[in-house]
């Protein structure tokens, strides 16, 4: 018999009306579309919905937000801020795109980190 092949890839998702609070570690993207009180770390995407909030920090390749975080965003890639979306607190990222409409308050850094400099 044939092997089957998985289509598609693979992610993992809170649902609206959900809570966590704890550390969330993913080792795929991730979608939030409920409430996180914790840390987040994952080595794909992270997705905020509309409906979703994360209180804490996060720490991933590329971000959406759609919905609302209040913490600490590291981003190594591209962090994309949404119409819908609000973000409050400090930010490092190597990419940001801010959609009119979006809000955020707090600090950014871009690119990479600095080098120190041997005397």
Known sequence: MAQQQPTGSMFNALTAGSKIIGTIIADSDIRIDGVVEGDLQSAGKVVIGEKGQIKGTIVCQNAEIMGKMDGKIEVKQQLALRA??????????????????????GSCSMGAAPVKSEK
Not at 85 to 100: A, C, F, H, Q, W
């Open 84 to 105: 819908t979306g609000n973000i409050k607190g400090d930010v490092r990222t190597s990419t940001l795109i801010v959609e009119p409409n979006a809000v955020f308050n």
